[in-house]
T-cell receptor
Framework: AQSVTQPDIHITVSEGASLELRCNYS??????LFWYVQSPGQGLQLLLK??????LVQGIKGFEAEFKRSQSSFNLRKPSVHWSDAAEYFC???????????FGTGTKLQVIP | DVKVTQSSRYLVKRTGEKVFLECVQD?????MFWYRQDPGLGLRLIYF???????EKGDIPEGYSVSREKKERFSLILESASTNQTSMYLC??????????FGPGTRLTVL
């Protein structure tokens, strides 16, 4: 069965600092990988996705993620964090078929001035 | 833009009541999903549907049922609400193997 681990429950960074959120997955075949963001009181919005091809993917809001098969990882990065990036971030892995997606438990990002 | 709407943002019900949560999407997506979200547990899949009148159990279907009579509408039903079903419920839709689009969520409190 597929699974996702986000080892960091809560991360605090200063505005302007770089950010890396960790994600490790478990899946037998080539995975479909996603990062979503959830602002307080809102649904989830897709930041970026990886299906195949270039292992470095660019997303919205200046985020990027790198797929590393050897490490079973799909870490999310941003070079300079803005106060508006404070939110909860979810990594997810999808399988084929009807695209059943398994979500991680989320990482809550706090941005301090 | 894809729009997924949920019938209520906040809902308060009593133990034993029958509860209906409605979800509507406007982009002709074939797949629709119901999740519940609890702190520290992330999103857990309750049921999903890949076509009208078709449904599949997710990871935590106990205590829930679903209905999909029309392609755009997917309903989650709590036959007899219990306090442990107090949660945030998120609906999503997708087309094929693409990303899911989420509604704003319904925060259900069962007293």
């Amino acid at each position: 069965a597929q699974s996702v681990t986000q080892p960091d429950i809560h991360i605090t960074v200063s505005e302007g600092a770089s950010l890396e959120l960790r994600c490790n997955y478990s899946y037998g075949a080539t995975p479909y990988l996603f990062w979503y963001v959830q602002s307080p009181g809102q649904g989830l919005q897709l930041l970026l996705k990886y299906f195949s091809g270039d292992t470095l993917v660019q997303g919205i809001k200046g985020f990027e993620a790198e797929f590393k098969r050897s490490q079973s990882s799909f870490n999310l990065r941003k070079p300079s964090v803005h106060w508006s990036d404070a939110a909860e971030y979810f990594c997810a892995v999808g399988s084929g078929g009807y695209q059943k997606v398994t979500f991680g438990t989320g990482t809550k990002l706090q941005v301090i001035p | 833009d894809v729009k997924v709407t949920q019938s209520s943002r906040y809902l308060v019900k009593r133990t034993g009541e029958k509860v209906f949560l409605e979800c509507v999407q406007d982009m002709d997506h074939e797949n629709m999903f119901w999740y519940r979200q609890d702190p520290g547990l992330g999103l857990r899949l309750i049921y999903f549907s890949y076509d009208v009148k078709m449904k599949e159990k997710g990871d935590i279907p106990e205590g829930y049922s679903v209905s999909r009579e029309k392609k755009e509408r997917f309903s989650l039903i709590l036959e007899s609400a219990s306090t442990n079903q107090t949660s945030m419920y998120l609906c999503a839709s997708s087309f094929g193997l693409n990303e899911q689009f989420f509604g704003p969520g319904t925060r259900l409190t069962v007293l």
